[in-house]
């Protein structure tokens, strides 16, 4: 890359000479076509990158145009810029295409999460809620909330009170989750329970809930259940079986896992603490990935500022929380490599010195 910037350099050269606009005006075709190759540029950490190659073969070919082409206006840059757009346009609407599903997919998880911190808020005023266990009470108003909310946003006609039917589970969950309570009704915990772990499983496959996550909260939930029963029954009566649990579902893309995970991880979305830094969008960053640092740009913020998608050279995507964004950064697997306005503020800080020794007066 600097050795096809150092050959523009003559080209360069006889374009100030005869356009002096290319120090002033920063939509100068040689200042876009410099933005565009420097930006590009950036997306890459090493010339062994994935993807450098056929960057550098379209960058040289556009290079070597203009180092053997006459230079007295913008016009040979231009052609050069637009040229290089043109190889790259296939590239970039593909990227777009898949840019746009994660953000549609981030723009739903952030809507759902909003929504669920409103649903959970509800639960928590529950006249009973204070009774309920604390890892149940949780559960209601962590993962459980957002099974809700996406019922709801799911809801295209609009008419039903409890799409679903996801927070009528809410009841007969914290009643059967207080041992007190229900040894003094076997008969209906008996009934009750089959179904509820079911319709709690169905509820969590909607929001792809970690497996992991859900097998550790039923045991918990099936231990309330048995203390009811040793309390409530005869001597050796045991809790029906609990149905089988749903084989887990193959890894999903990035996005959707990443949005999958905002259920577990961001349940306090509208109280969370203001980002402890700022990273517009356009910036390149380096993410320590297995402890291999990856280069990855900014793209796209959510409108809440709790979500925030990348974008790799070869357009994989990837998304995080503001809480993961924030604790890779402190942990130092986070670094910014180049601002937005970066490039922009170079240019004009190299024409500005160019245009001041252009007209530096000569000695003697």
Do not use: C
């Amino acid at each position: 890359m600097r050795q096809a910037v150092r050959d523009l350099e003559p080209a360069l050269m006889q374009l100030v000479l005869a356009d002096p606009r290319f120090f002033s005006d920063r939509e100068h075709p040689a200042r876009r076509l410099l933005d565009e190759m420097t930006q590009r540029s950036l997306a890459f950490d090493s010339e062994a990158a994935p993807g450098f190659r056929d960057f550098l073969r379209v960058l040289r070919a556009a290079v070597d145009r203009l180092a053997a082409a006459p230079i007295a206006d913008a016009r040979p840059f231009e052609a050069a810029l637009e040229g290089l757009q043109r190889a790259w346009a296939a590239q970039d609407a593909e990227e777009l295409a898949r840019r746009e599903q994660a953000v549609q997919e981030l723009l739903h998880a952030e809507q759902r999460n909003l929504l669920a911190e409103k649903i959970a808020a509800d639960i928590r005023a529950w006249p009973d809620a204070a009774q309920v266990p604390d890892e149940v009470l949780a559960f209601a108003t962590g993962p459980w909330s957002h099974v809700m909310a996406e019922a709801r946003l799911g809801d295209r006609v609009g008419g039903a009170s409890d799409p679903g039917g996801y927070a009528g589970v809410v009841p007969n969950l914290f009643w059967s989750a207080r041992p007190d309570l229900a040894r003094a009704a076997i008969p209906r915990l008996t009934r009750l329970i089959p179904g509820l772990l079911a319709k709690l499983r169905e509820g969590l496959k909607t929001i792809d809930y970690p497996p992991q996550q859900a097998s550790a909260f039923f045991e918990r939930l099936i231990g309330l259940h048995q203390r009811a029963f040793q309390a409530g029954g005869p001597a050796g009566r045991q809790p029906p079986p609990a149905p089988p649990a749903a084989a887990a579902q193959p890894a999903a893309a990035a996005v959707s896992a990443a949005a999958a995970s905002v259920a577990a991880e961001e349940s306090a979305v509208a109280a969370a603490p203001a980002p402890a830094f700022a990273l517009e969008v356009g910036a390149w960053v380096e993410i320590l990935d297995h402890g291999r640092p990856a280069r990855t740009q900014l793209t796209w913020t959510s409108p809440h500022g709790t979500l925030f998608l990348f974008t790799a050279a070869d357009g994989s995507t990837r998304s995080m929380t503001r809480r993961m964004r924030d604790r890779l950064a402190a942990e130092g697997a986070l670094r910014v490599v180049a601002g937005g306005a970066v490039v922009a503020g170079a240019l004009d800080a190299v024409a500005q010195t160019a245009l001041r020794n252009s007209i530096k007066p000569g000695k003697g």
